[in-house]
């Protein structure tokens, strides 16, 4: 039994399939994919977010090949900055933020870099007094405040400064000056094209019809080789007795199961278990957190826009964050050669303004705010839509550690379930991720291997029928995974209050949960140890 048809639950799926099982798929939206699913307006597709198509695991990739073959393109990437009325390349390319912000801001900001680095470093916990020492002050505010302080609501004092090593990995002016002069020196002939780092990757792959085409081609293979895919189902209750799960409940049914693999936020299915488990497990489960997200499609009579695939707003004048141009996607998520279609996205808390703004008052508003940039002409907006994503990005803050072992605990205990992908595992990873969890779960439940789900460790020897997963390629697969910055203080920079929790036994104090501790409750030492 598999809950979620997002990347991992379908993933997972398919490799029982493979091996002749069948399974039982419950996805509580109409249709497949999870945050990788293609939306569809009357003949205009668009994604929740962008999703390229790149991994370094040669399992993954070959899924992709062997499910939709050469309904893939390989497309050129752009990606830009927008700030103050200038484009900025992204990553960083000094000469062209030099043109960018001109010479006496270039001036302006390289003292300011030049301040940081004379002054003896200090402690630096936090994500601004690490940036600032960095990069300097001026840099700082340009491009790295704003949008990050959209993206997950708290300002960026109070994200823990261990999520930029891991964010901008290796990233300074002395490599961005060289990666400048290597790019130079390469397209005049005199140096050799190398392997590019993953910020520097200028083409990717990207299904035609866009991502939720591979999970759509995915759910006919299913149902092909006997698995159902139900869609519409959310499961509601999810029956236990201590060491084993024995079914689930949605409005239309139960179903039973020998094994069980859940994608489902863990905080909802803690909260979904009959009957209730002990106070301090549904205490625990109260500690995880998230940052919810939403888009506004417009649909605009023009028959091009910017260039780019996307671009970052790092405009403080705005709310919008980023802004997707569907058609430098695929030409053929436009149904129309003369129109365009723009995703405005917006980071949010369930519950805050923009969440509860109706969809005429947000497009209206993304509506304004695209002119207001100068991107487009108000008047050429003729439609749109609005997509709200629940829980899109899981929140690292000071408590979910400790909510996160008492769970991990709990799971030592019940064999027969197993959590995968990014909200199953509260976990902000790409889809390649998710999907690999998926099949090493499958795999346990097959008897194939033995492996620990929370680790994404794979024995290099073991290649049985084909499936290979070497120690380098899950080393390379960590290192391509986006971070998510954990929170020194967690808090919303929209409203001065910490984000909506819901229930849960542990107290709030100076906007961070009072932790819970997490120490022999099922019979042993508690896994935070």
């Not at 091009?304 to 996307?310: A, E, K, L, V, Y």
């Amino acid at each position: 039994m598999v809950i979620g048809g997002g990347p991992a639950g379908l993933t997972a799926a398919y490799e029982l399939a493979r091996h002749g099982q069948a399974s039982t798929v419950l996805e509580r939206l109409p249709g497949v994919g999870g945050l990788s699913r293609t939306e569809e307006y009357k003949g205009y597709r668009f994604d929740i977010g962008g999703h390229r198509f790149f991994t370094r695991v040669g399992v993954v990739a070959r899924m992709w090949r062997e499910i939709l073959g050469d309904e893939f393109l390989v497309r050129p990437r752009l990606s830009r900055i927008y700030y103050q009325g200038y484009f900025f390349q992204y990553p960083l390319d000094p000469l062209d933020a030099l043109l960018g912000l001109g010479l006496w801001e270039s001036l302006r900001c390289m003292a300011s870099y030049g301040a940081a680095k004379l002054r003896k470093p200090g402690p630096q916990p936090d994500l601004e007094s690490w940036l600032i020492f960095r990069f300097g002050m001026r840099l700082y505010q340009k491009f790295f405040e704003s949008y990050t302080e959209k993206v997950w609501g708290v300002p960026c004092r109070e994200i823990a400064a261990e999520w930029a090593a891991q964010r901008i990995r290796g990233l300074s002016i002395k490599v961005l000056v060289e990666q400048t002069a290597k790019s130079v020196l390469e397209k005049l002939g005199f140096a050799r094209r190398g392997e590019r780092p993953k910020t520097l990757i200028e083409e990717f792959e990207y299904p035609r019809l866009g991502p939720g085409q591979m999970w759509t081609a995915t759910q006919r293979y299913l149902e092909d080789h006997g698995t159902q895919v139900r869609c519409g189902e959310q499961v509601t209750r999810i029956r236990w007795e201590p060491g084993r799960v024995l079914s689930v409940e949605t409005v239309q049914g139960s179903f039973a199961g020998d094994h069980f693999l859940s994608t489902m936020p863990i905080r909802e299915l803690i909260e979904a278990l009959d009957p209730a488990p002990p106070a301090f497990l549904r205490a625990a489960a109260a500690q995880f957190n998230y940052r919810d997200f939403l888009t506004v499609a417009l649909i605009l009579k023009v028959p091009r826009s910017f260039p780019d695939n996307w671009i970052y707003i790092h405009e403080p004048a705005v709310k919008v964050g980023r802004i997707q141009n569907y058609k430098n996607w695929s030409p053929d998520m436009v149904p129309d050669p003369a129109m365009t279609c723009l995703g405005m996205e917006y980071f949010c808390f369930e519950g805050d303004g923009l969440w509860s703004a109706s969809d005429d008052e947000l497009i209206a508003q993304a509506t304004r705010e695209l002119e207001q940039l100068g991107l487009a002409k108000a008047g050429d907006v003729v439609d749109g839509r609005v997509l709200r994503v629940p829980k899109a990005y899981p929140v690292y803050d000071g408590a979910y550690k400790q909510g996160l072992a008492t769970v991990r605990e709990f799971l030592a205990t019940v064999p027969n379930l197993q959590l995968i992908g990014r909200n199953g595992m509260h976990r902000y990873n790409n889809q390649d991720h998710s999907m690999l969890t998926g099949m090493l779960a499958a795999r346990n439940i097959l008897g194939l291997g033995k492996f620990d789900l929370w680790q994404v460790n794979a024995d290099e020897d073991y290649h049985e029928d084909g499936f290979r997963v070497s120690s380098d390629e899950v080393a390379a697969l960590e290192a391509t995974q986006p971070a998510t910055p954990e929170l020194v203080r967690l808090g919303s920079a929209e409203n001065g209050k910490p984000p909506p929790r819901d229930g849960g036994e542990g107290q709030d104090h100076g906007g961070q949960r009072e932790p819970i501790a997490a120490r022999g409750r099922f019979g042993g030492p508690g896994l935070a140890e």
